[in-house]
């Protein structure tokens, strides 16, 4: 399972903050994240297609006692390309982690 290191922050009001790297599955299979730090809480993150703008995952949310990976959507094509969107809660969020494709 490709991994990619990911790092980035939200924006302080809340609003989904849109992350302008695209990756792209190699197989069909579930993307996951792993979260090696998160700066604030809760922190959601959701998958959006490159080529619609469309999202196609779930809202995946980390709470404060949240630790490791997560599922972020399943059953994802071979050679989706696909970007993150991040938010937070209370005020500007950072984090950083892997992200696992298939």
Sequence with gaps: MPDFDVAGGTHADGSWTRHSVARKTQHRGEIAFDPTEIAGSPFRIRLRSTHSGQVFSGEIVWTTNDRGRKVVATNVLAGTEFTID???SQGK??????LFTA
């Design 93 to 98: 969020t950072s984090f950083s982690g892997k």
């Design 86 to 88: 991040s938010r937070g």
